[in-house]
């Protein structure tokens, strides 16, 4: 890797910590704070590290339509070639740690007895879960709060033994109607009261966001900040 990730906040720090230490780890906050970024360096670090037991990185990205982009079926190719542009994000973020050639190792198909395998990091559509076990693998879900209802259910229920799974996501972009977001039920199901293992850590507070000094002002005007948060404290609960 050409440089090591630090975290710039105490949330960030937080989130390093608890993927490091838990099985599953739920990643909600502004847009702009990290989340993927510091979890898919966790991944590589893991898959990378021969102590650890993972073996693959998972990538999984429920696909809604909404007013700024095609539904998937719209979308021309394969499974892999219509999940490759939805993957950018994901690749942005290994370009901020990793040159092209480390990357081009993870993302290319494996030869096993001559016989191609899955790669060191995929992309799957949420539809194309079931009957699917994930053992040593870090799974990453993506843009979790545009999970329907049973997603965050259904993803758990697949990740098996020596794995991870850390759902990221920011409820104030859902492109779901008003309370049909799965990632806020499932964080409301798992926290009350919390479940040993599972960390929730919320990136709220403006020194969580390290994408762009301006953006938190941005989001002030356009109204997409909350105020019904504990910003203080990674782990809190909501004030109201």
């Known amino acids: ?3 090591e990730i630090q975290p710039r906040s105490r949330a960030q720090e937080a989130l390093m910590q608890a993927i490091d230490a838990d099985p599953f780890v739920f990643a ?3 847009a702009g704070t990290g989340k993927t970024l510091l979890a898919i360096y966790k991944a590589v670090k893991m898959l990378k590290d021969q102590r650890s037991r993972i073996r693959h990185i998972t ?3 429920p696909f809604v339509k909404s007013s700024l982009e095609n539904d998937i079926g719209a979308l021309p190719g394969t499974v892999e ?3 490759a542009p939805l993957g ?3 690749v942005d973020n290994l370009r901020q740690f ?3 050639g480390d990357m081009h190792e993870l993302i290319k198909t494996q030869m096993q007895d001559g016989a191609p395998t899955r790669a060191l990091i995929e992309f799957v559509p949420v539809s194309l879960l079931r009957g699917r076990t994930f053992d040593n693998t870090f799974v990453l879900v993506e843009e979790a709060q545009n999970l329907k209802r049973d997603g965050v259910y ?3 229920s697949r990740i098996g033994q020596h794995s991870k799974g850390v759902f990221c996501g920011d409820l104030m972009q859902s492109d779901l109607g008003v309370g049909e977001s799965d990632l806020e039920r499932a964080i409301t199901v798992l926290d009350n009261p919390p479940v040993k293992g599972i960390s929730i850590v919320r990136l709220y507070d403006k020194a969580d966001i390290q994408r762009n000094p301006l953006l938190y002002k941005i989001m002030e005007r356009f109204g997409k900040l909350r105020e019904d948060l ?3 404290d990674p782990f809190g609960e909501s004030d109201g």
């Open 154 to 156: 259904s993803i758990l």
């Open 1 to 3: 890797m050409k440089k």
């Open 98 to 100: 990793m040159n092209d």
């Open 28 to 30: 909600v906050g502004y």
């Open 59 to 61: 990538v999984i990205r």
């Open 88 to 90: 950018a994000c994901v």
């Open 81 to 83: 070639e219509k999940m």
């Open 230 to 232: 504990d910003t203080e």
